[in-house]
């Protein structure tokens, strides 16, 4: 059965708690950016990190995922086909129930307004409301059970994650219980009736949770959607020197304004903006008995029996995109476009570990920060594998000062990005 038909729902295939059969793919990359304001804080700030004993401009492991999921260009995973179909991602909204079901039910099907309400706002509050643990705590403490009535036209108070799936299917089973329900009251009792069977049904459904979900992961507090344990981990990633700023004095001329006004007014507008420059470390790691376990509905220890097509392709891409997909804050007055400098692949059985440690010491800038940070990052590796000793494979694709890195990878391990990345969807094939 081809892998399109077998990504599920962790709910309906759990992962195996024991790491048994382990297998990670590490990526460690180096990118400089110019100038920019890549992930602001809530001051309008840029995001910062003590580290080391020196504040590191900072990019939120957030920031970096939506950029990575959402990239639509060459090698993006929301493009990933199978058998000629794009394998479908998750959405993520407050107002997932009110565009998908609820006004589906009343543009498209004409159902009375009270009645779509109440089979939106009931199939919400019981999916997406309290689970039967936190029901029974909640009766024992007195306190009310999820009332339907609080959500308004199927919204919720904060964003959920839904697979394309889920949402089709719900809709279908919101059309046949309004079909049924000749008004809200019975609506609303009709779905509390079958919850339990469309629970079932959601379970058993292939692609449930959408691609993205099943690669970074959803919490859901309810018993009747699953749960999905992220198979990608983010990390923070930071500068591996001490944080460069400058604040950027501008202008905004009224070009309605005479010279006269002009001189007399100066300009209609004047602001300042913090602007950051700086070589960023990132980190992500793979696990990937989870990542097969999540898209093809296996047990995680049975990961090696599976089908690991996809999970090869989700790789594959997975090196592209960190790669050369940038936060994309501020576009218009920074063009905050930049390939990473080194991409450094590994593979193996190991408990991953991040290459951060390297830059525990902030990086001189001068004479040359890459090959600096090239350096810094050799040593660490050095003595690392002098240590715990070499339990990767590793594969390493750099430009600039390349040399400083020949005992992180020998020449003969090292490729372009293409062949980088060819080689960790080839680790995941033969793991």
Not at 100 to 129: H, Q, R, W
Request: hydrophobic letters at 40%; glycine letters at 8%; one cysteine or more.
């Amino acid at each position: 059965m081809p892998a399109l038909a077998h990504l599920v729902a962790s709910r309906s295939a759990p992962a195996d708690p024991q790491l048994s059969n382990p297998w990670f793919t590490e990526i460690h990359f180096l990118t400089s950016y110019p100038g920019t304001l890549l992930n602001r804080d809530d001051a309008g700030f840029a995001k910062r990190l003590p580290f080391g004993g020196a504040v590191r401009t900072r990019i939120s492991s957030q920031c970096l995922k939506r950029h990575w999921r959402t990239y639509q260009g060459e090698h993006g995973i929301a493009a990933i086909e199978v058998d000629g179909n794009t394998v479908p991602m998750s959405i993520r909204s407050r107002r997932t129930f009110e565009r998908y079901v609820f006004k589906p039910l009343i543009d498209d099907d004409g159902v009375d307004e009270a009645v779509a309400s109440a089979i939106t706002n009931t199939l919400l509050s019981e999916l997406l409301g309290k689970s039967e643990k936190a029901k029974a705590k909640s009766e024992a403490k007195g306190e009310d059970q999820v009332d339907a009535t609080k959500f308004t036209a199927g919204r919720t108070g904060q964003v959920t994650v839904l697979g394309r799936p889920e949402v089709d299917y719900l809709l279908r089973e919101a059309r046949a219980l309004a079909a049924e329900s000749p008004d809200a009251q019975s609506a609303a009792t009709n779905v509390k009736a079958r919850i339990k069977e469309i629970s079932k049904n959601l379970d058993a459904l292939r692609l449930a949770m959408g691609l993205d979900a099943a690669l970074f992961g959803r919490m859901i507090t309810s018993d009747h959607l699953a749960r999905g344990d992220a198979a990608v981990h983010v990390a923070h990633a930071f500068t591996v020197h001490e944080e460069s700023t400058e604040t950027d004095y501008f202008s905004a001329v009224d070009d309605l304004l005479s010279t006269e006004e002009v001189e007399a007014l100066g300009s209609g507008h004047i602001g300042n903006v913090e602007l950051t420059s700086g070589l960023f470390y990132g980190y992500v790691v793979v696990d990937v008995p989870l990542l097969v376990s999540n898209l093809e509905g296996c047990q995680r220890s049975d990961w090696q029996t599976a089908d690991r097509s996809l999970s090869a392709e989700v790789v594959r891409r997975l090196v592209h995109v960190v790669s050369r997909v940038s936060p994309g804050a501020k576009l218009g007055s920074t063009a905050p476009y930049a390939y990473a400098h080194m991409v450094l692949a590994e593979s193996g059985t190991a408990q991953p570990r991040t290459l951060a440690n390297a830059f525990l010491k902030p990086v001189a800038q001068r004479p040359d920060l890459v090959k600096n940070a090239y350096l810094a990052v050799a040593s660490y590796l050095t003595d690392i594998d002098a240590m715990y000793g070499t339990a990767e494979r590793r594969k390493l694709a750099a430009l600039g000062p390349v040399d400083a890195l020949e005992v992180v990878s020998p020449a003969g391990d090292r490729g372009s990005l293409g062949e980088t990345a060819a080689w960790a969807a080839e680790q995941v094939r033969a793991g």
